[in-house]
């Protein structure tokens, strides 16, 4: 059973920088993607950043291309994502989630970490 674990939320102020945490196990992943979602309240989730766990290519949200960066580490089955000039509207809770290659949708989730921008 695939279990995603996400850490490294918390609040920091505009301009600042975050780095949050997607620990991965119960699978190879060799034919995975991952990615980050972040849900606003009120608002649906949307697509945050990705990224192929063999090859490493990647894919960003127009809304953070130059200001976060998406990465795995092989040998822990981490993902991460760093995020820098963070914007009040960066505020969310950003979700860690994974699909197989192959498949359009997102079948696992992690549960959740919240990141607030103070302004």
């Known amino acids: 059973q695939v279990q995603l674990v996400e850490s490294g939320g918390g609040l920091v102020q505009a301009g600042g920088s975050l780095r949050l945490s997607c620990a991965a196990s119960g699978r190879t992943f060799s034919s995975y993607i991952l990615g980050w979602f972040r849900q606003a309240p009120g608002k649906e989730r949307q697509f945050v950043a990705s990224?192929?766990?063999?090859?490493?290519?990647?894919d960003y949200a127009d809304s953070v291309k130059g200001r976060f960066t998406i990465s795995r580490d092989n040998a822990e089955n981490t993902v991460y994502l760093q995020m820098n000039s963070l914007k009040p509207e960066d505020t969310a809770v950003y979700y860690c989630a994974a699909r197989v290659i192959i498949t359009r949708s997102y079948s696992y989730w992690g549960q959740g970490t919240q990141v607030t921008v103070s302004s």
């Open positions: 990224i192929r766990w063999s090859g490493g290519s990647t």
